[in-house]
């Protein structure tokens, strides 16, 4: 039984280079990587991790294959549709470059039990959330989503549970891993034909979802989404991304942007004490990216906030001081 990823990046060095070396270790076949951005040098040192894939997605790649799309998302479904086609192994995730699969116990033994008429598993997403100011890109614990719809995020929350959903700042419908070889058209968080198709949930696996790498990669984020082309129709909604990006957008300064960033996401001891309580904070024991890293001689990787926001600063620059926000 095989199973691999497939991902469209673009995304600072480090964190796709513990991406690829974390799901091989895991045990991933294969972890197909289409550079958004083509990077000949991150190519390199990514090839270097075996079984990694990497597909530079440059004006060539996008003349053979319709054009590229202006929206991100449309990019993701084209590619992940592209090696789901092309796929060797016999299951395939899709999945972002800030999401990490995790397992317990022997790694993927559960897709082997699958029945056969089944195809394909929902993976549940816990989400990264800061106890302390972070030293890595990987510090933290992980919150569960609010069970339910019975306001309990509200209760626990406040009024910040108007830039949740179900208490977390993104996603909360996890990601799908399918078998290949049937005729299925994959999307972002799983087949577009969920009404037809038989999925089951996954109870060995999860998926850890860093929604920001670092602090100011979570306001960087959003304030990229407030310059999306849809943005002026998409802010008027009542959308808890949408009131996270109206909020910032409404304050006079970075500095009260990340002050408002940190009472999102970090979390205070009597918080974090009172959610492990009610089974909603976890850790990852064993999630260790550093460690697969260094399997295939890559200790020497930085993964440290500050130079990942430099990565960050660099790749982002003009559009950072186009914005007049270069806090």
Not at 68 to 74: D, F, S
Not at 246 to 262: G, I, K, T, V
Request: proline fraction near 6%; charge should be negative.
């Amino acid at each position: 039984m095989t199973w691999g990823t497939v991902t469209l990046a673009d995304e600072p060095s480090e964190l796709l280079l513990a991406f690829a070396a974390w799901h091989v270790s895991l045990g991933a076949s294969g972890v197909h990587i289409f550079l958004d951005t083509p990077h000949r040098v991150v190519a390199k040192a990514l090839r270097k991790i075996p079984g990694v894939q990497v597909t530079q997605c440059d004006e060539m790649f996008w003349a053979a294959n319709g054009g590229r799309a202006p929206m991100q998302t449309k990019r993701q479904d084209i590619v992940a549709q592209m090696a789901y086609a092309e796929a060797e192994v016999d299951w395939l995730a899709h999945i972002d470059a800030d999401e990490f699969l995790t397992v317990d116990g022997a790694a993927m033994t559960e897709l082997g039990a699958v029945p056969s008429g089944v195809v394909g598993l929902r993976i549940p997403v816990r989400e990264r959330v800061w106890l302390e100011p972070p030293t890595t890109i990987f510090d933290g614990a992980f919150k569960v989503p609010v069970p339910g719809r019975l306001g309990l995020d509200r209760t626990l929350l406040g009024p910040l549970a108007k830039y949740t959903q179900r208490g977390l700042t993104g996603h909360t419908r996890g990601k799908t891993i399918v078998r290949t070889g049937s005729d299925l058209t994959l999307s972002i968080h799983g087949p577009k034909e969920p009404e037809t198709l038989n999925l089951m949930e996954a109870q060995s696996l999860r998926l850890l979802h860093f929604d920001g790498l670092t602090p100011f990669h979570w306001l960087l984020k959003r304030l990229k989404y407030a310059a999306m082309p849809h943005a002026e129709t998409k802010k008027r909604s009542d959308h808890y991304r949408w009131n996270q990006i109206n909020a910032l957008q409404e304050m006079d300064s970075p500095a009260e942007a990340h002050a408002f960033q940190e009472e999102v996401t970090v979390m205070g001891p009597e918080s974090a004490q009172q959610l492990r309580a009610l089974r909603l904070l976890e850790d990852a024991p064993g999630f260790d990216p550093a460690a697969a890293l260094a399997t295939f001689g890559m200790e020497d990787t930085i993964l440290s906030v500050e130079r990942f926001d430099k990565r960050l600063r660099r790749r982002d620059g003009a559009f950072i001081e186009a914005i007049g926000w270069d806090a």
